[in-house]
């Protein structure tokens, strides 16, 4: 069982920055392959990025592409997720999840294994 621990949410104007951070209740994050996925309200799960253990491969939704940056600091056992540019759209709340056995990021929520609780970003105009 890994417990993730998401932070860094809050409310920011639109065209401000925020770093969000996920760390797992044990070590070894690398060894997982790493995504964002985000829920706005009244709107299903989507996938925001992810990150592949294995190369380090990544990938990112096209609403975010350019603007957000996921990357992880094996030291710390941490995953990073960079927004930048932020926009009302991407008003949401953002989960981190995990999964020993994806060695490249998927799109899919049920492939991943281990979630976080969420933490909540708020984007103004």
């Known amino acids: 069982q890994v417990e993730l621990v998401e932070s860094g949410g809050g409310l920011v104007q639109a065209g401000g920055s925020l770093r969000l951070s996920c760390t797992p209740s044990?070590?070894?994050?690398?060894?997982?392959?790493v995504a964002w996925f985000r829920q706005a309200p009244g709107k299903e799960e989507e996938f925001v990025t992810g990150i592949g253990w294995s190369d380090d491969s990544t990938r990112y939704a096209d609403s975010v592409k350019g603007r957000f940056t996921i990357s992880r600091d094996n030291a710390k056992n941490t995953m990073y997720l960079q927004m930048n540019s932020l926009k009302p759209e991407d008003t949401a709340v953002y989960y981190c999840?995990?999964?020993?056995?994806?060695?490249?990021?998927?799109?899919?929520?049920?492939?991943?294994?281990?979630w976080g609780l969420g933490t909540q970003v708020t984007v103004s105009s």
């Open positions: 044990r070590p070894s994050f690398h060894i997982y392959t």
């Open positions: 999840a995990v999964d020993p056995n994806l060695e490249t990021p998927s799109h899919h929520t049920y492939e991943y294994t281990y």
